[in-house]
């Protein structure tokens, strides 16, 4: 068993980890592990832009940010966090412009700042221009700007290091004297996909910004590799998953794929039509039509198609028409998204409406942090030294629904404060000492696959696994649906249990990897599943069309699912609630 | 929100052409997929594997990969990520053609004969369609790929006109899918040489008006690995995804170097 020991060690290397390398990386040592190399991680495909009251266009502060960012998310949004993100979005968006990034510019060669749903001047009043961006590549440019700077600052990669278990032990501790089991945290154990052997991490601290789950579903934006991994991990370790219920749906992607084209381009001017040629969002969101927030989008788009106004042979899919804008605007603000429609459906965006529907994009929810990036165990007990940000993490600063842009915003925030404050935890505290026999676990696991002869098909499961979820948890929901799901999640996971990898060996073995991959992504729809059949209302991503309303008199409250097997009716997930933190708004009903 | 629309105001529109957004069954189509086939755990012999398989007319390269290594044999081994042309995992040789398996539709490629995959050339197989990346990263990593500002640090942003940014737009595009560098026919036969990529990213920074550190790079790449042994075959500029003029980058670089003290 190799062990390695860092003062911090940041598992993913996208947005998150990198931002938090850069700051850890030069107090303490640090070392960054990641299933991918860096420079392939998802953050490089986010497109529109990152928000920030830089106010450098037209008059803009961080309250109305803050504001917008409490309303976007259906008032379950962390007023606290939304606070800290929006007042310290300016800095970050300096930081990362200091760094290299290469923003669009204003005449003056100032930062310059466009349009984004649900972002708006003085608390609803109209679209602001709030979002700084490169092209329709901005999730690239802080992809790379990142990347540099940790190149820059020497930063210690493990790339192609899949971690697969998080060693922890517990503590008693007493708390207003209480006495309770704290976890702490010794390591991580890392699969080497080049040799396959498990390498032990031992670290003061330990950073979780492994990204989102977006593979529960088959028609989804995300990335192959987005598979719920650090989320799986915590929860196995006993650690709670906040809001998981919150998936956003972007509305948006290309018909049939699923490939985002970014809401930069209704920023731009493009219109949602119908197959009447309506402009169907004047119905729906009468003040910011077109750019109203992405769960009230995608849900009016689901809500034309059912209807029997989507276009097509099938009728499935609504349009996305740039027609009226200049080729040249086009090319100078969208060439990337433009190009997708060619290249994957062989339309012109320039004179042909562009066939969209709603794609899996973006889970709310995640690993419950404090506004310190510290993961919390429960609702009040931190975990000391580990931290979580991104997507992985639910700080909550998306609530119920994420606005456009906050999610780059979030990792370039949260991913700077988990890295400084992992880095000052790690130089006061002592390294926990390994757990004996700490491969024991992960050895049991890879070993059951790599010689079961069950005969089941990883990905046969994990299709039909994607087929339930996008039919039954997705836009809309019901109790009806959500049952059914969790009974055929429960047989998949059986079934799982039979799997069969046909490679056997240790060198790049990417088959046990999705084998392994397919058991988080399991874990993650039980949960997504039984925290949705809990909340019996809707609010922001979460529609359930039996409780189509909001009920703040019962649910005003994060959900905290917890691994529980004597929690039998909902597949081992115990369903338990946290209060949402107020500050200076009071819920209103949400109108755009 | 309500989802329920009883009765619907009206709401503007525009005529839209019949047939609008495509229509009718997406085609299916027979291929023949040859895959080079490679692993030291093995066999130190490389080998071609084939499959026939029915595919559809909005598939790509990596769609057929991936019906292969799920369907039909679990060790065919290849990276990949986002699928769509932004992450740089999958870069391969398709038709002898160095090009991303998940931007290269199926239809768009002689199907009559069969499709040749290969590992990309010039960096050591690791297995089957992987390989050793750390060669490409090193040169990456050589050219100073990164910001250097010695000036006084501003409170806000550092200005800069749209001009000034519009001069390095084009290799702020690149993803380093090795794409470029390894269609090199000089990286082939002289892996000490920086390779298309490497010089893109200087590029970047040597043309970016915050940058102080041009001359820095310009040094480094005057070196007799660098801009020089470049011999203008545009292997590279076919060869880019993302459909960056490199073989121009390295020309602005190559004047620079001649036009500047150095």
């Given amino acids: 068993m190799q062990v390695h020991k860092y003062d911090v060690v940041i598992v993913g290397a996208g947005g998150a980890g990198m931002r938090a390398a850069i700051e850890s990386g030069q107090r303490a040592k640090t070392a960054v592990l990641t299933k991918l190399y860096p420079t392939r991680s998802h953050t490089g495909a986010a497109q529109g832009g990152m928000c920030a009251a830089l106010a450098n266009v037209e008059e803009d502060n961080w309250e109305w940010h803050t504001f917008d960012t409490v309303k976007g998310g259906d008032y379950l949004v962390d007023q606290d966090a939304a606070e800290v993100m929006a007042k310290e979005a300016i800095d970050a968006v300096l930081d990362l412009e200091k760094m290299g990034l290469p923003f669009n510019r204003t005449p003056e060669g100032r930062i310059d700042q466009r349009r984004f749903g649900g972002h708006t001047r003085d608390h609803g009043k109209a679209p602001v221009r709030r979002s700084c961006y490169a092209a329709d590549r901005t999730g690239h440019m802080i992809l790379q700007t990142l990347y540099q700077n940790c190149v820059k600052h020497n930063v210690e990669f493990y790339n192609e290091y899949y971690v697969l278990d998080l060693l922890t032990v517990e503590e008693e501790i007493t708390v207003d004297g209480v006495t309770k089991l704290q976890t702490r945290?010794?390591?991580?154990?890392t699969y080497d996909l080049a040799t396959g052997e498990l390498h032990v991490f031992q670290a003061k601290s330990i950073i979780f910004a492994s990204g989102g789950v977006g593979k529960v579903y088959k028609t989804t934006s995300n990335a192959h590799t987005l598979t719920g991994d650090g989320m799986g991990i915590a929860f196995r370790r006993g650690i709670p998953l906040e809001d998981m219920e919150f998936f956003q749906f972007h509305p948006t992607g290309l018909a049939g794929l699923g490939i985002l084209l970014s809401e930069a381009a209704r920023g731009e001017g493009a219109i949602l039509r119908n197959s009447e040629g309506e402009r169907f969002m004047e119905r729906y969101a009468p003040t910011i039509k077109d750019l109203a927030p992405r769960d009230i989008v995608a849900r009016s788009m689901a809500n034309e198609v059912r209807e029997g106004r989507g276009c097509g042979p099938n009728k499935d899919y609504v349009l996305l028409d740039l027609t009226h804008l200049e080729p040249a605007h086009i090319d100078a603000k969208l060439p990337d998204i433009t190009e997708f429609a060619r290249t994957y459906l062989g339309v012109e965006p320039y004179t042909e409406p562009v066939p969209v529907f709603p794609t899996a994009h973006y889970a709310m929810g995640g690993i419950p942090t404090n506004i310190k990036a510290e993961v919390l165990q429960d609702n009040d007990t931190v975990v000391p030294g580990l931290y979580a940000a991104g997507e992985v993490a639910c700080v909550s600063v998306h609530g119920s629904n994420r606005l456009g842009t906050n999610s780059l915003l979030d990792i370039n925030v949260f991913g700077k404060r988990a890295g400084i404050y992992a880095a000052e935890y790690a130089l006061t505290a002592d390294f926990v000492d390994i757990p004996d026999n700490p491969l024991t676990e992960t050895e049991a696991l890879l070993d059951t696959m790599r010689s079961s002869e069950g005969g089941e098909?990883?990905?046969?499961?994990?299709?039909?696994?994607?087929?339930?979820?996008?039919?039954?948890?997705?836009?809309?929901?019901?109790?009806?649906?959500?049952?059914?799901?969790?009974?055929?999640?429960?047989?998949?996971?059986?079934?799982?249990?039979?799997?069969?990898?046909?490679?056997?060996?240790?060198?790049?073995?990417?088959?046990?990897?999705?084998?392994?991959?397919?058991g988080f992504l399991l874990d993650m729809a039980k949960v997504m599943t039984a925290a949705a059949l809990h909340r019996k209302e809707s609010r922001g991503g979460h529609f359930r069309e039996d409780f189509p309303e909001r009920d703040d008199e019962n649910y005003m409250t994060h959900s905290m699912a917890y691994k529980d097997p004597t929690a039998t009716e909902t597949s081992g997930v115990r369903l338990k609630t946290k209060p949402v933190v107020f500050t200076r708004y009071q819920p209103m009903e949400r109108k755009y | 929100m309500s989802t329920e629309t009883v009765?619907?105001?009206?709401?503007?529109?525009?005529?839209?052409?019949?047939?609008?957004?495509?229509?009718?069954?997406?085609?299916?189509?027979?291929?023949?997929?040859?895959?080079?086939?490679?692993?030291?755990?093995?066999?130190?012999?490389?080998?071609?594997?084939?499959?026939?398989?029915?595919?559809?007319?909005?598939?790509?390269?990596?769609?057929?990969?991936?019906?292969?290594?799920?369907?039909?044999?679990?060790?065919?081994?290849?990276?990949?990520?986002?699928?769509?042309?932004?992450?740089?995992?999958?870069?391969?040789?398709?038709?002898?053609r160095n090009r991303l398996a998940c931007k290269t539709l199926l239809k768009d490629l002689d199907t009559s004969k069969p499709i040749l995959v290969e590992p990309i050339k010039g960096l050591p197989v690791e297995k089957d369609l992987i390989v050793d990346m750390e060669p490409f990263f090193q040169s990456f990593r050589e050219v100073m790929p990164f910001l250097v500002n010695r000036g006084h640090e501003p409170t806000k942003e550092r200005l800069q006109s749209s001009e000034e940014r519009e001069r390095f737009d084009d290799t702020t595009k690149c993803i380093l899918c090795a794409a470029c560098t390894s269609s090199c026919p000089v990286f082939w036969?002289?892996?000490?040489?920086?390779?298309?990529?490497?010089?893109?990213?200087?590029?970047?920074?040597?043309?970016?008006?915050?940058?102080?550190?041009?001359?820095?790079?310009?040094?480094?790449?005057?070196?007799?690995?660098?801009?020089?042994?470049?011999?203008?075959?545009?292997?590279?500029?076919?060869?880019?995804?993302?459909?960056?003029?490199?073989?121009?980058?390295?020309?602005?670089?190559?004047?620079a170097i001649l036009s500047r003290k150095i």
């Fill in chain 1, 457 to 518: 098909r990883v990905a046969q499961i994990r299709k039909e696994l994607q087929d339930i979820m996008d039919a039954n948890v997705q836009v809309f929901r019901t109790e009806e649906t959500l049952l059914e799901a969790l009974s055929v999640i429960d047989g998949l996971e059986e079934r799982y249990k039979h799997v069969t990898v046909q490679d056997k060996g240790k060198r790049f073995n990417l088959d046990l990897l999705e084998a392994v991959e397919l």
């Fill in chain 2, 189 to 255: 036969t002289d892996g000490q040489y920086f390779g298309p990529a490497a010089i893109v990213n200087a590029h970047r920074f040597i043309f970016d008006s915050r940058d102080d550190a041009g001359d820095m790079r310009l040094e480094i790449l005057n070196d007799k690995e660098g801009v020089w042994r470049c011999r203008t075959t545009f292997n590279c500029t076919e060869a880019c995804p993302r459909g960056i003029q490199v073989t121009k980058a390295i020309s602005e670089v190559k004047q």
């Fill in chain 2, 7 to 96: 009765e619907r105001e009206p709401a503007s529109k525009i005529e839209l052409a019949p047939g609008i957004g495509g229509g009718g069954e997406i085609p299916t189509f027979d291929i023949t997929l040859k895959v080079r086939r490679y692993n030291p755990e093995v066999s130190d012999d490389a080998y071609w594997d084939e499959w026939k398989l029915t595919m559809y007319g909005t598939d790509r390269v990596l769609d057929a990969l991936h019906k292969v290594k799920w369907e039909h044999d679990g060790t065919v081994t290849f990276r990949r990520s986002c699928a769509h042309g932004v992450c740089g995992s999958d870069a391969m040789r398709i038709n002898g």
């Fill in chain 1, 185 to 189: 945290v010794a390591g991580v154990v």
